[in-house]
């Protein structure tokens, strides 16, 4: 069934570093992309989205761009801030309102 | 002006009880879901109720039951409850049209803890 994979383990940057997390998909047509973020304590919130081949989805700084070719969707903000410190999920809509889910990245921005 | 809430937000309780979770969303979405969060953050849908009527209904124990009395409403109830319940569970809500499908609002979560 359709799926994401993401880069294993926790990322730790300094805060300005540049902040890639990587995504790939598994999926039958074209599935719809997300990223949501997870904040300390807090529920999941959308964080951009993208519908077809070559679209970027950007809010807060982060993008990410749906890559047909490479199956990818990768988040990146070129300079992040402590406040970015939070669990990145990527996500693939695979029909009927479902999600599903990668295992998610938590990322830790040191001052 | 909560989107999705969901008491209560933190939950202890002993091993074989029963216990609820109530979900409420205001957004006027038509779905609703549970999904479950372990210790890994690893996120995992257990219902879906489109317009009250159970749409998703993953490999989930039978001693788990969602009940939807209204669109605005989904509670989860657990009934003996087991150490492996631990988790933190999330209520989310969706529009069928409108937003683009996968587009989920969620809840601040429930912590349970089985001990």
């Known amino acids: 069934g359709d799926s994401v994979t993401q880069m294993e383990g926790p990322v730790t940057l300094s805060e300005e570093a540049f902040l890639t997390i990587n995504c790939t998909y598994t999926?039958?047509?074209?599935?719809?992309l997300f990223w949501y973020v997870q904040y300390p304590g807090e529920g999941l919130q959308l964080l951009l989205k993208?519908?077809?081949?070559?679209d970027k989805g950007s809010n807060k700084g982060f993008e990410a761009t749906y890559r047909k070719e490479t199956t990818s969707f990768h988040l990146e903000k070129g300079s992040v801030q402590v406040s970015d410190s939070a669990v990145y999920f990527c996500?693939?809509?695979?029909?009927?309102?479902?999600?599903?889910f990668g295992k998610g990245n938590q990322v830790v921005v040191i001052p | 002006d909560t989107a999705v809430s969901q008491t209560p937000k933190y939950l202890v309780t002993q091993m074989g009880n029963d216990k609820s979770i109530k979900c409420e969303q205001n957004?006027?979405?038509?779905?609703m879901y549970w999904y479950k969060q372990d210790s890994k953050k690893f996120l995992k849908i257990m219902f879906s109720?489109?317009?009250?009527?159970?749409?998703i209904n993953e490999t989930v124990p039978n001693r788990f039951s969602p009940k939807s009395p209204d669109k605005a409403h989904l509670n989860l109830h657990i009934n003996s409850l087991e150490l492996g319940d631990s988790a933190v569970y999330f209520c989310?809500?969706?529009?069928?049209?409108?937003?683009?499908?996968?587009?989920?609002?969620f809840g601040p979560g429930t912590r349970l803890l089985v001990l």
């Open positions: 999926a039958t047509g074209y599935p719809s």
């Open positions: 993208a519908t077809k081949a070559d």
């Open positions: 996500a693939i809509h695979y029909g009927n309102n479902r999600l599903a």
């Open positions: 957004l006027g979405h038509d779905t």
């Open positions: 989310a809500s969706s529009q069928a049209t409108g937003d683009l499908p996968g587009t989920q609002y």
């Open positions: 109720y489109n317009n009250k009527e159970l749409i």
